[in-house]
């Protein structure tokens, strides 16, 4: 791995925000959050804006399940061959190329939003191109910040990187639902395109981050040795089937929140808005609070209890009978949600080597994509027996499922030891 700058060895913080923030101090990393704010802001408005453009123009729960399931198979397919290009090339020319590509199709879809002639198909072949994107950039901006800062302050580091994401969560959907509203999807659409720009000129800021991997061995087995690390690595592998559990059974509870808005609680876009900004906050509020917290404390009791809180809360959502009371739950599940995820990715990334690092982050990715799947059989029971049952039941599922993986796995009982061992050895 890279040696540290002088600026990333400088004395670390001793209350919780000084160590939550002091990656900033380095000015590499800070252009990095900058970036990654501008485009998860875009992507966050856009979760409001392309789901309830595909709800309008077909009037039918599983039009949202389609679209998620058109950008989720790329990524799922795709998501080796990203981790394996961010080893061997240049991690912020896999970002800087993969945003220029989102803001050509998103321009392609501005385009047909402002003559009028957006159809269902466009949606779901601007979602494959989108789901083609992230696999190339998500590894790479997961595995740079191992370039920019030490391992000592890796995890303050991706937690800190986490809660802006999620503060985008909040900002995003919030803004996207005024101005569907106010000045309609173009007005929306324009904001995204601004945010693109935005992005790929901080990433530009960005010092080039080298290959971790310098060798003349095929792509191919260089994906192939992943999947070997994986199959030594039990622990990792087990991580990662734990993390993504309840990834793919109840986090897609947030793809039919434009059917909860529309026609359970009958709010529009702007409760749309609201609930998706809740869920926003309450992941802001998880991941924040991780970032404080002491990277040497225990993780798997707090991966525990916070993976049946997200559960619970979200059961009690679903079957709310009123809307602002379900705002709250939402709010309180997604602190769970936060609280849960980035525990779980950050005790990989903590003991993974730097040389296989972009190859393990592209299977995080995913729990960005599994969502997306899970989507299609959430929002099929959505339409034949409800939003309420199909998300409680699946939620219900997923909280079995995952103390079924803890009951059952030694190896991931005796994660905390291994974590510690390795913040020692740093």
């Known amino acids: 791995m890279r040696q540290p700058t002088e600026q990333a060895q400088a004395p670390r913080q001793d209350s919780g925000w000084g160590r939550a923030t002091e990656s900033l101090q380095i000015r590499e990393f800070r252009w990095l959050f900058i970036g990654n704010m501008a485009f998860f802001l875009a992507m966050g408005g856009q979760g409001i804006v392309r ?33 394996a290009l961010a ?26 939003v402002l003559t009028d002639r957006i159809e269902f198909w466009h949606l779901i072949v601007a979602s494959v191109s989108l789901g083609a994107c992230f696999p190339i950039q998500m590894p790479a901006r997961s595995a740079i910040v191992a370039n920019l800062v030490d391992r000592k302050r890796l995890g303050a580091a991706m ?20 101005l569907i509203a ?85 709010t529009g876009p702007q409760g749309l808005g609201i609930l998706s900004a809740s869920t926003g906050v309450g992941a802001v509020v998880g991941s924040m609070y991780i970032a404080a917290r002491d990277q040497e404390k225990r993780r798997l009791p707090m991966m525990m209890a916070s993976v049946v809180a997200f559960c619970l809360f979200i059961v009690a959502f679903a ?13 309180l599940g997604n602190i769970g949600a936060s609280i849960f995820s980035t525990l779980n990715n950050v005790s990989i990334q903590l003991v993974i080597p730097d040389e296989v690092r972009g190859r393990v982050s592209s299977f995080l990715m995913m729990s960005v994509s599994l969502p997306l799947l899970g989507g299609l059989p959430v929002t099929h ?10 998300v ?35």
Not at 203 to 215: D, G
Not at 319 to 331: D, E, H, I, R, T
Not at 381 to 390: D, F, L, N, S
Request: net charge neutral; hydrophobic share 55%.
């Open 51 to 83: 789901p309830w453009i595909a709800l309008e123009i077909t009037d039918d729960p599983f039009a949202l399940g389609l679209t998620g399931a058109a950008m989720a198979v790329p990524m799922l397919f795709l998501s080796p061959l990203g981790g």
């Open 87 to 112: 080893d061997r090339f240049d991690r912020r020319f896999m970002i800087v190329s993969a945003l220029s590509l989102a803001l050509l199709t998103e321009l392609i879809v501005y385009g047909l």
């Open 159 to 178: 937690g800190l990187n986490m809660t802006g994401v999620n503060v985008t969560r909040v900002v995003g959907p919030a803004v996207a639902g005024v």
């Open 182 to 266: 106010a000045i309609e999807i173009e007005g929306a659409y324009a904001v995204n395109l601004v945010l693109y720009v935005v992005a790929i000129a901080a990433m530009l800021v960005v010092r080039r981050a080298p290959p971790a991997v310098k060798s003349q061995e095929s792509l191919t087995t260089n994906m192939i040795e992943g999947f070997r690390y994986l199959r030594a690595d039990r622990m990792v592998a087990i991580l990662l089937v734990f993390g993504l559990v309840p990834q793919f059974l109840a986090m897609p509870f947030q793809q039919v929140l434009p059917v909860f808005a529309r026609d359970v609680w009958e």
């Open 319 to 331: 079957l709310s009978p009123s809307f602002w009371p379900a705002v709250a739950l939402a709010f």
């Open 381 to 390: 029971i959505t339409g034949t027996y409800g939003a309420p049952t199909a």
């Open 392 to 426: 409680a039941g699946a939620c219900v599922l997923a909280l079995a499922l995952a103390i079924g993986v803890y009951l059952g796995s030694p190896r991931l009982r005796g994660v905390d030891d291994r974590v510690r061992r390795k913040l020692r050895e740093s």
